[in-house]
């Protein structure tokens, strides 16, 4: 059974860092594309990031580019999300999700979410 | 950066009913566009993949079509279950979602 588990949410002020993590299991980790997608409470999902199987290519939604990083460790069956000068818009329930191994189809599994909140 | 325009925003509809929502995007996608489902306090669930292709599972009352730059989604018989948020995202150029569209018990 595929699972994602997230953690490292949590409130920080602005100008601050926080680093995501998703453990997954039950499936080949490192064959499959990994992706961060966000939610703001009440409001609609965004794309934040997403990695190739083996980490060589990274890419972001304009609104974290130069702010966030994406990055994964593939013995350990895990995904990173570094977050720096976070801000009050960054507040949301952060999802990883496994990307289809059909081309750009999508995330076809997703966790639950941690939450991040950026306030003083 | 692709926009995806998704409308209506909101739909009351009974069980039973036949119900569409269209997503518009702001240039040529070819036919990468992609369904999601999601319930209050839950994670999406992807419907549909490649503009009309369901996921293993998905009920046969959904269906996708579309290409280019206009895409639908169709729920032909609306089961209890199946009231939620739609979103579509493209995937052409990375990833971008629509605004959703709140599918309501009439």
């Given at each position: 059974e595929v699972q994602l588990v997230e953690s490292g949410g949590g409130l920080v002020q602005p100008g601050g860092s926080l680093r995501l993590s998703c453990a997954a299991s039950g499936?080949?980790?490192?064959?499959y594309w990994m992706s961060w997608v966000r939610q703001a409470p009440g409001k609609g999902l965004e794309w934040v990031a997403n990695i190739k199987h083996d980490g060589s290519g990274k890419y972001y939604v304009g609104s974290v580019k130069g702010r966030f990083t994406i990055s994964r460790d593939n013995a350990n069956n895990s995904l990173y999300l570094q977050m720096n000068s976070?801000?009050?818009?960054?507040t949301a329930l952060y999802y990883c999700a496994r990307d289809s191994?059909?081309?750009?189809?999508?995330?076809d599994y997703w966790g639950q979410g941690t939450l991040v909140t950026v306030s003083s | 950066d692709i926009q995806m325009t998704q409308s209506p925003p909101s739909l009351s509809a009974s069980v039973g009913d036949r119900v569409s929502i269209t997503c518009r995007a702001?240039?040529?996608?070819?036919?990468?566009v992609n369904w999601y489902q999601q319930k209050p306090g839950k994670a999406p669930d992807l419907l549909i993949y490649g503009a009309s292709t369901l996921k293993s599972?998905?009920?046969?009352r959904f269906s996708g079509s579309g290409s280019g730059t206009d895409f639908t989604l169709i729920i032909s018989s609306l089961q209890p279950e199946d009231f939620a948020t739609y979103y579509c995202q493209q995937g052409y150029s990375t990833y971008t979602f629509g605004q959703g569209t709140k599918l309501e018990i009439k």
């Open positions: 499936f080949t980790f490192s064959t976070l801000r009050a818009e960054d191994d059909v081309s750009s189809g999508g995330s | 702001s240039q040529n996608v070819d036919n990468y599972g998905v009920p046969s």
